[in-house]
């Protein structure tokens, strides 16, 4: 094991920004109630209401297992990230060696949830004493978009039904704060990437990580960052194990003759080193 304190620091952090230190505990129902019949959303807030009239809460208890919560294979109640072990570990892999290297350039993650990457990255800059550096917190703060017709491998798309992705700004600003880790150097980017990408204040990145699971927010990411990205840079693919993620991504690479070898993560996320 090792004992030195910024690595004890950073292996806390990971257990508990997957909060996987602890046993997952029932969540509210209305959390998970994305439903589109709206009878049975009638109905889960009715009871849910009444519940709530004489102090009680009607809560869902899930039934996925300590392995499923460890490899980020579910969305969880109380995490402050979703993306498991394996893809934290090799974000502080690819922190550590821009730092260890002094690749230039700020970080950015594409579709931050609660926050939670976006955290580790400051924390590993905390850790490290590395004071110059941004994190760039892009997101809607208001879930995924309907998917546009433009891009027919988003078709059919669901994400933009579920509340329970939509988290505000408000609230991952709070989530920082109780790391102690929001100051002037976490800079928030509100808004559709199309909306926001192209004219973010970003001159040169060291670390890009995109987590917007569908093929618009993928590619709008990839052409907005990838030409700022400094090379030893890492671009990081959480949702590669989506058809629609996976496509944006190739035919990305295949436009720009991108041909640095692809490297797995777990069975979700993949990265590559720019040259």
């Known amino acids: 094991m090792n004992?030195?304190?910024?690595?004890?620091?950073?292996?806390?952090?990971?257990?508990t920004l997957s909060f996987t230190i602890w046993p997952e505990p029932p969540v509210p129902l209305l959390s998970f109630n994305s439903s589109r019949r709206p009878i049975k959303r009638f109905l889960a807030t009715t009871?849910?209401?009444?519940?709530?009239?004489?102090?009680?809460?009607l809560v869902y208890e899930p039934n996925y297992s300590e392995q499923q919560r460890r490899d980020g294979h579910v969305w969880p109640g109380y995490a402050h990230t979703m993306v498991g072990l394996k893809r934290l570990d090799n974000l502080q892999f690819c922190v550590e060696t821009v730092l260890k290297?002094?690749?230039?350039?700020?970080?950015?993650e594409a579709g931050v949830w609660r926050g939670g990457s976006c955290?580790?990255?400051?924390?590993?800059?905390?850790?490290?004493?590395d004071i110059g550096r941004k994190i760039f917190v892009a997101d809607s703060f208001a879930g995924l978009p309907k998917p546009d017709e433009k891009y027919a491998a988003d078709k059919g798309d669901k994400h933009h039904i579920h509340s329970f992705l939509a988290i505000s700004k408000?609230?991952?600003?709070?989530?920082?704060?109780?790391?102690?880790?929001?100051?002037?150097?976490?800079?928030?980017?509100?808004?559709?990437?199309?909306?926001?990408?192209?004219?973010?204040?970003?001159?040169?990145?060291?670390?890009?990580?995109?987590?917007?699971?569908?093929?618009?927010?993928?590619i709008d990411g990839l052409e907005n960052l990838y030409p700022k990205l400094a090379?030893?840079?890492?671009?990081?693919?959480?949702?590669?194990?989506?058809p629609c993620c996976k496509s944006a991504v190739s035919d990305f690479r295949t436009k720009y003759k991108i041909t640095e070898e692809m490297k797995e993560i777990d069975w979700s996320g993949m990265y590559w080193r720019k040259a």
Do not use: H
């Not at 009871?47 to 809460?57: A, H, M, N, W, Y």
């Not at 090379?231 to 989506?242: M, R, S, V």
């Open 119 to 129: 955290i580790f990255m400051k924390a590993v800059l905390s850790a490290y004493g």
């Open 47 to 57: 009871i849910s209401g009444l519940f709530d009239l004489v102090g009680l809460q």
């Open 101 to 108: 290297e002094k690749v230039p350039g700020d970080l950015i």
């Open 3 to 15: 004992s030195k304190p910024e690595q004890l620091y950073l292996d806390l952090m990971k257990k």
């Open 231 to 242: 090379p030893g840079g890492f671009c990081i693919i959480d949702d590669y194990a989506l």
């Open 170 to 218: 408000e609230q991952v600003q709070e989530n920082f704060r109780k790391y102690g880790l929001l100051d002037d150097k976490v800079e928030f980017l509100k808004g559709w990437f199309k909306d926001t990408l192209p004219s973010a204040p970003i001159k040169q990145l060291a670390i890009m990580r995109l987590d917007g699971d569908m093929y618009e927010s993928t």
